[in-house]
Nanobody, 117 residues
Framework: QLQLVESGGGLVQPGGSLRLSCTASGYTLDYYDIGWFRQVPGKEREGVSC????????YYTNSVKGRFTISRDNAKNTVYLQMNSLKPEDTAVYYC??????????WGQGTQVTVSS
């Protein structure tokens, strides 16, 4: 079972930036479509962004367009989510996952992002 590990979260002021990382041991991430998701307690998990394996095409939910950027570094076997101009409403636990992981509801620990002054 592919296990993804998220890191890079933290506390940041509004308008600040963070870069999240998604890594895996024993698997090559560039074989997979990878998505970033986030969840606030009491709310459903939502898709934030994804990057396609086949052509590197990227997608973003409307609320983060122009502020977040997803990318891959295949040499480091890592998928990143660069988050700029952060807002308090971006506060959530962030997860990365593959389509299969989402389908079978298999999630990692996630990384907490808190945007607050």
């Amino acid at each position: 079972q592919l296990q993804l590990v998220e890191s890079g979260g933290g506390l940041v002021q509004p308008g600040g930036s963070l870069r999240l990382s998604c890594t895996a041991s024993g698997y090559t991430l560039d074989y997979y479509d990878i998505g970033w998701f986030r969840q606030v307690p009491g709310k459903e998990r939502e898709g934030v962004s994804c990057i396609r394996r086949s052509d590197g095409r990227t997608y973003y939910t409307n609320s983060v367009k122009g502020r977040f950027t997803i990318s891959r570094d295949n040499a480091k076997n890592t998928v990143y989510l660069q988050m700029n101009s952060l807002k308090p409403e971006d506060t959530a636990v962030y997860y990365c996952n593959t389509p299969s992981g989402v389908k079978y509801d298999y999630w990692g620990q996630g990384t907490q992002v808190t945007v607050s002054s």
